[in-house]
């Protein structure tokens, strides 16, 4: 009987052992999905560089009022541009030489 009561507390033990070792796994991995999160702040090099984008405007001419402008999530923060795939920081004061009238 002891013998039972013995093997009872060493699988209760491993269990426990189990969970906290998946705890630690999970606590591991919230820091890694903070960090792909702001990894997905994105730019497109290539196409930033071939249409001279630079992030301040031109006169009046800004991404703000650009037919291209994909807008984030409000009117200050950073969007896209329909012609620069991937790129996440294309700035509403921004400018390129594909600027296009909305
Ligand atoms: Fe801005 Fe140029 Fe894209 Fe228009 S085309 S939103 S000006 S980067």
Same mark, same amino acid.
């Given at each position: 009987?002891? &013998?039972?009561? +013995?093997? $009872?507390?060493?699988?209760?033990?491993?269990?426990? =052992?189990?969970? /906290? %070792?998946?705890?630690?796994?999970?606590?591991?991995?919230?820091?890694?999905? &903070?960090?792909? +999160?702001? $990894?997905?702040?994105?730019?497109?090099?290539?196409? =930033?560089?071939? /249409? %001279?984008?630079?992030?301040?405007?031109?006169?009046?001419?800004?991404c703000?009022?650009?037919?291209?402008f994909?807008?984030?999530?409000?009117?200050?923060?950073?969007?896209?541009?329909?012609?620069?795939?991937?790129?996440?920081?294309?700035?509403?004061?921004?400018?390129?030489?594909?600027?296009?009238?909305?």
């Amino acid at each position: 009987m002891s &013998a039972q009561k +013995g093997h $009872a507390m060493k699988s209760s033990q491993i269990q426990r =052992r189990q969970f /906290l %070792k998946l705890g630690s796994a999970a606590l591991a991995i919230i820091p890694v999905i &903070a960090f792909s +999160g702001r $990894a997905a702040a994105a730019i497109n090099a290539a196409m =930033r560089a071939s /249409l %001279k984008y630079q992030d301040k405007p031109e006169g009046e001419k800004r991404c703000a009022n650009c037919a291209q402008f994909v807008p984030g999530k409000t009117a200050k923060d950073r969007g896209g541009c329909k012609l620069m795939p991937g790129d996440t920081e294309i700035s509403p004061q921004g400018y390129c030489i594909a600027w296009t009238k909305k």
